[in-house]
């Protein structure tokens, strides 16, 4: 007999809709990783992280009836995931700016709540590394870290990104493009002990 570990995601997410917990249980299990990895490295904070991913799940059930198959399941469910993380970046710095607004004293900003400073003597090289380049993507412009993050933490071609953000191709690889630039730029004075930038990318 055929388990819903064989069928694809547009077939369990249909048999979720007549009513399978099984199909809705496998599809969580097979995005969980990566779709969780995405809005960790998107937010650069686990908690929140983990909200937005049972947020973007919340909506997939709230709004069943809006998916249809002609769409591969994984463009929607990136794009309901990708809407959730953006309006909830927004409302961060919302709050962020009434935060500075009410205080003139510099130690009322808000502190973001992954330490992005780790402390040589405790951690090893390739720990610090993970924290540069954490601390590098969150420079990125939002267009360029979504596209960066897309491709790096979701492995979606250019040509998925493009389908899932609404951008043109070009402008996906354009933005993906700058998105190493910066990196690039901003890793190559930190890298002590890498020969290269490329070799501390392999290490981190």
Do not use: W
């Not at 990708?82 to 009410?102: C, F, M, T, W, Y």
């Amino acid at each position: 007999m055929r388990g819903v570990g064989e069928d694809s995601d547009e077939v369990l997410f249909l048999k979720y809709r007549e009513g399978s917990v099984e199909a809705f249980e496998e599809l969580l299990e097979r995005y969980e990783g990566p779709l969780l990895r995405y809005l960790v490295a998107f937010t650069r904070n686990r908690q929140q992280a983990e909200d937005l991913f049972q947020e973007t799940f919340t909506r997939l059930v709230e709004r069943k009836e809006y998916y249809t198959p002609e769409a591969p399941f994984k463009y929607y469910l990136f794009k309901v995931a990708r809407n959730i993380a953006i309006d909830a970046a927004r409302r961060q710095k919302v709050r962020a700016a009434l935060s500075i607004d009410e205080s003139n004293e510099e130690d009322s900003r808000p502190i973001d709540p992954v330490s992005l400073d780790p402390d040589p003597e405790s951690t090893t090289m390739r720990n610090e590394l993970g924290s540069i380049l954490k601390r590098a993507i969150g420079e990125l412009r939002e267009d360029q870290k979504e596209v960066f993050l897309m491709r790096e933490e979701l492995s979606l071609t250019f040509e998925e990104i493009a389908r899932v953000t609404g951008a043109p191709l070009p402008t996906v690889k354009s933005r993906m493009l700058y998105a190493l630039k910066h990196l690039r730029r901003s890793l190559a004075g930190r890298c002590v002990g890498f020969r290269s930038v490329d070799e501390a990318f392999e290490a981190s």
